[in-house]
């Protein structure tokens, strides 16, 4: 579950499974600028707890690479863009290649996923300009078999329309 920062609308519900060397991303965040792109990242730390989200860290980058776009040389918590339509919903779905849902330093599991206010230019070092962190949620584990998938197989597989 994403959450608004203090002073913010923006919230939605993010679903990930592991297929194999992937993880599967399907995200709906709403409450969003209507037409308009937010930076989206994996930051370091499972913290929400400050009302700028600053309690999450920097993004997740145990490899010490420069921030980029997710097709190019980039930290491991450089995703996609959300990129929102005339009701302020984005609606996406990417795969991160080379992460697990683990408990290491590279992988996703117990960081932050952080939805920014403004575009990500993939450039600017270290965050990629894309401004106040607008809403904030902890990467954790479904509650019960088949929380995501709504079966048996619930952890590894999602449904593909959220």
């Known amino acids: 579950m994403l959450n608004p920062t203090a002073g913010q609308k923006a919230n939605g519900l993010v679903r990930m499974a592991q297929e194999g060397d992937r993880v599967v991303v399907r995200a709906r965040v709403s409450g969003l600028t209507p037409n308009s792109e937010h930076g989206?990242?994996?930051?370091?730390?499972?913290?929400c707890s400050a009302p700028d989200a600053s309690s999450a860290g920097e993004h997740l980058n145990p490899q010490g690479k420069p921030h980029g776009a997710p097709h190019a040389d980039h930290h491991a918590g450089d995703l996609p863009?959300?990129?929102?339509?005339?009701?302020?919903v984005a609606a996406t779905s990417f795969e991160v290649?080379?992460?697990?849902?683990?408990?290491?330093?590279?992988?996703?599991?117990?960081k932050a996923l952080v939805v920014h206010a403004d575009p990500d230019d993939y450039m600017t070092q270290p965050s990629g300009n894309s401004g106040k962190r607008i809403a904030c949620g902890v990467i954790a584990s479904p509650v019960k078999p088949?929380?995501?998938?709504?079966?048996?197989?619930?952890?590894?597989?999602?449904?593909k329309q959220m």
């Open 40 to 47: 989206f990242h994996v930051h370091e730390k499972g913290d």
């Open 81 to 88: 863009s959300l990129k929102a339509d005339a009701a302020g």
């Open 97 to 110: 290649k080379g992460t697990l849902l683990g408990a290491g330093a590279a992988d996703l599991m117990g």
């Open 146 to 159: 088949g929380g995501l998938g709504g079966n048996a197989e619930g952890s590894k597989t999602i449904p």
